[in-house]
């Protein structure tokens, strides 16, 4: 539940992972659209991406193999499509590193997630922080997508903005789908993990220059 949370110190709520620059061009403009663009996102982005290599490390941490963990923290960091999106995963995965070497300070593991090159990308992160939580592989990846879908969401409301209840809304509509978003990230063989969503791509290249903005993402 604390790792599902917004309120974990990782920074997530001052990224909008392409909302901003949806909004910005008109992509996005109220409810129905940021519900339909952040419902994609989910499916087409951390669907193929995120959530099956969170599943993979968290597997990777709990048999300690440490190879296994470099590998997919380096295919996470190569396959970001833009230079801000790999620093928003670099940063939140420091920031998590930092995190758990306060809560567990003597486990070797966060010496072996801090020296990840180029950096301990977020889902690699998280998953060693749930590693020890007993939780099923179905739970971890349930609560990195809740822990998605409310910063997502929160970003939809300030970005476009909407009102409590549009957004109150929208993440029920997350919610709905993230069971569904999970059962495939757990059955996805290797050969089809991807991180291929050119809008997303063509939108986070022009936030990196937008001219006003709120988000660093």
């Given at each position: 539940?604390r790792?599902a949370?917004?309120?974990?110190?990782?920074?997530?709520?001052?990224?909008s992972?392409?909302v901003?620059s949806?909004?910005?061009t008109?992509?996005?403009?109220?409810?129905a659209?940021a519900?339909?663009?952040?419902?994609?996102?989910?499916?087409?982005g951390?669907?193929?991406?995120?959530?099956?290599?969170?599943a993979?490390a968290?597997a990777?941490?709990?048999?300690?193999?440490?190879?296994?963990?470099?590998?997919?923290?380096?295919?996470?960091?190569?396959?970001?499509?833009?230079?801000e999106?790999r620093?928003?995963?670099?940063?939140?995965?420091?920031?998590l590193?930092?995190?758990?070497?306060q809560?567990d300070?003597?486990?070797?593991?966060?010496?072996v997630?801090?020296?990840?090159?180029p950096?301990?990308?977020?889902?690699v992160?998280?998953?060693l922080?749930a590693a020890?939580s007993?939780?099923s592989?179905r739970?971890?990846?349930a609560?990195?997508?809740a822990g998605?879908?409310?910063n997502?969401?929160?970003?939809?409301?300030?970005?476009?903005?909407?009102?409590?209840?549009?957004?109150?809304?929208?993440?029920a509509?997350?919610?709905?789908a993230?069971?569904?978003?999970?059962?495939?990230?757990l059955?996805?063989?290797?050969?089809e993990?991807?991180?291929?969503?050119?809008?997303?791509?063509?939108?986070s290249s022009?936030?990196?220059e937008?001219y006003s903005?709120?988000?660093?993402?």
């Amino acid at each position: 539940m604390r790792l599902a949370s917004p309120s974990l110190p990782v920074g997530g709520f001052s990224y909008s992972e392409g909302v901003e620059s949806a909004v910005d061009t008109g992509l996005v403009g109220d409810e129905a659209s940021a519900r339909a663009w952040l419902v994609d996102q989910l499916a087409l982005g951390i669907g193929r991406s995120d959530l099956p290599v969170a599943a993979r490390a968290l597997a990777a941490w709990r048999r300690g193999d440490r190879d296994a963990v470099a590998s997919w923290n380096a295919w996470l960091a190569t396959t970001r499509e833009t230079s801000e999106l790999r620093r928003q995963s670099e940063q939140m995965g420091r920031s998590l590193a930092q995190w758990l070497r306060q809560r567990d300070g003597d486990d070797e593991r966060i010496d072996v997630l801090a020296a990840l090159a180029p950096a301990p990308m977020f889902a690699v992160a998280f998953a060693l922080a749930a590693a020890d939580s007993g939780a099923s592989a179905r739970a971890v990846l349930a609560s990195f997508a809740a822990g998605w879908a409310e910063n997502a969401t929160q970003a939809a409301l300030k970005a476009v903005p909407l009102g409590q209840a549009a957004a109150q809304r929208i993440l029920a509509a997350l919610s709905a789908a993230i069971p569904a978003a999970v059962e495939r990230a757990l059955a996805m063989p290797a050969s089809e993990l991807q991180a291929f969503a050119p809008m997303l791509a063509i939108l986070s290249s022009q936030h990196e220059e937008q001219y006003s903005r709120l988000f660093r993402s």
